[in-house]
């Protein structure tokens, strides 16, 4: 009986190890999905500041531009509760809201789908949201707020 035990246990440290050695280290090694968000600023001659922060991580000030985004990729919860908020400033506005929560990733399509980018775009009247690029201009991005 001890020794079948020691052997599984021997077993399962090889296992570990091997599961350990394999996997490439590029990789964010998720339990669960992989997402990446991407946030654009579609003002031109402008530059916003991004700040995104989870409970666990933050993410430091980021500006972008007209021509330069930022992006940033994270493991998503295997319980489903992933947040990261993010605050905007843009000369005298400010906006906040969640760049990732149930209700961006059920908009986006969800864990399920083979699509697991999230791309937000802030412009002059609010942010939007998509789940493709396309053009700054192009209907498939969503309305979803004003700045505050
Ligand atoms: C963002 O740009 C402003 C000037 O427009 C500068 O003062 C600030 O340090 C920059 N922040 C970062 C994180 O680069």
Known sequence: MSNLKKLLFSFMVMFYFTCFLITPSY????YAQEWTVYIYDGIQDSVIDVH???KD???GHHNITFDLGYRFAF???IFGNTLFTGDFYHGSQFVHFNVFDDVVSS????PQVENTN???L???DGYYLSKEFKAYH??????MGHWQ
């Not at 908009?107 to 969800?110: F, M, V």
């Not at 192009?138 to 309305?143: M, N």
Request: net charge negative; glycine share 6%; with cysteine.
């Open 27 to 30: 990789s964010l090694d998720c």
């Open 52 to 54: 995104v922060k989870s």
């Open 122 to 124: 802030l412009k002059q």
């Open 107 to 110: 908009i986006i399509g969800g």
């Open 138 to 143: 192009d209907p498939v991005w969503k309305f």
């Open 75 to 77: 493991c998503e919860s």
């Open 57 to 59: 991580d933050d993410l």
């Open 118 to 120: 999230v791309y937000w």
